[in-house]
């Protein structure tokens, strides 16, 4: 179950960031937090975490849920560091992919 949705985060998150130019998929804009656009990507990602969350270990579930924590900030914007929400995506990705290895 967990190999399944490191494979569903690692597809959402490469068509959300890294869009490819011979597949078509709108980047819908739901709404607007302090001047920063919350996309449809950003909420099935959203979604995709929580539920990976759920069935971690519980130290993995801690980290897992600060580095969601720290997404979900720079996303809406109040850590405004470029590429940060990247990175902690990716960091969630090689987090699960961690702890189904271990």
Same mark, same amino acid.
């Given at each position: ?33 302090? %001047? ?9 990602? =959203? ?20 580095? =969601? ?16 929400? %990247?990175? =902690? ?6 987090? =699960? ?6």
């Amino acid at each position: 179950m967990l190999i399944a949705i490191i494979v569903i985060l690692i597809i959402l998150w490469f068509l959300g960031y890294a869009p490819i130019s011979s597949i078509s998929i709108p980047d819908l804009v739901l709404f607007s937090i302090n %001047n920063h656009q919350i996309t449809l990507w950003d909420i099935f990602v =959203l979604a995709v975490i929580v539920w990976a969350i759920g069935i971690l270990p519980r130290p993995f579930q801690i980290i897992a849920s600060v580095l =969601l924590l720290l997404w979900i900030l720079s996303v809406l914007g109040i850590f405004a560091i470029a590429g940060l929400s %990247n990175i =902690l995506v990716i960091a969630i990705i090689i987090a =699960l992919i961690l702890s189904v290895l271990l």
